[in-house]
């Protein structure tokens, strides 16, 4: 079965710290993708990232690094010199290419930047 | 703009009064789906579609229907809301089932069954 572990469900950093969100994985598929969206305050949620199971590169875009480990089943989420927009939720997620494009998803995590 | 639009944006109801929440995209997309979020829990999937007239469950499908009798629009059904039903409600969509392509997300339906 399918399953995404964020384990730390509150941090808080003084802006400009850097700061990485854990995402752990659990799928029997070897063709699967994982995301991360952002949630926040006003509570919408908005896509940041897509990776399929074939590319573990690393990904940077601005601030946001996201580093890929299939040896550990890990999606994990750094962001460098954090600021108060950061202030979210964010949720990392799986889904399986045997399925339909069904996103299952981490708790998440609420990341509060304090200025 | 590209969109995906749900309607209300918060309710307050009484158990057991029908209530349905609209969903319309913009885009063309195949893929549709609702998602709750409760504290602790994240969001977990309660029914999908691949298609028009195409409907499935997801992990938490109890006391809810869906239809998907046009491509633009998914409406979700509580025939007879309860209070375990309260909760914040997404409409999602995506181009596709190919390629796992990003579902765009509504703005999110706030519900409480009193």
């Known amino acids: 079965a399918q399953k995404v572990t964020q384990a730390q469900t509150e941090i808080s950093v003084v802006e400009k710290e850097d700061v990485t969100l854990d995402c752990v994985y659990e799928t029997r598929d070897t063709t699967y993708y994982l995301f991360w969206y952002k949630q926040p305050p006003s509570g919408e949620l908005v896509f940041l990232i897509r990776r399929n199971s074939f590319d573990e590169q690393n990904e940077i875009s601005g601030r946001y690094s996201w580093n890929f480990q299939k040896s550990t089943s890990s999606f994990n989420f750094t962001i460098t010199a954090s600021q108060v927009v950061d202030s979210a939720v964010y949720f990392c997620?799986?889904?399986?290419?045997?399925?339909?494009?069904?996103?299952?998803f981490g708790t998440g995590t609420r990341l509060t930047v304090i200025p | 703009e590209a969109q995906v639009t749900q309607n209300p944006r918060y309710l307050i109801t009484v158990t057991g009064k029908k209530l349905t929440v609209t969903c319309s995209q913009n885009m063309n997309h195949e893929y549709m789906s609702w998602y709750r979020q409760d504290p602790g829990l994240g969001l977990r999937q309660i029914y999908y579609s691949m298609n028009v007239e195409v409907t499935d469950k997801g992990d938490v499908p109890e006391g809810y229907k869906v239809s998907r009798k046009e491509k633009r629009n998914f409406p979700l059904i509580l025939e007879s809301p309860s209070p375990n039903q309260t909760s914040l409600y997404f409409c999602?969509?995506?181009?596709?089932?190919?390629?796992?392509?990003?579902?765009?997300f509504g703005d999110g339906t706030r519900l409480s069954i009193l």
């Open positions: 997620a799986l889904s399986e290419a045997t399925g339909a494009n069904n996103l299952f």
């Open positions: 999602a969509s995506s181009l596709s089932v190919q390629g796992h392509q990003p579902q765009h």
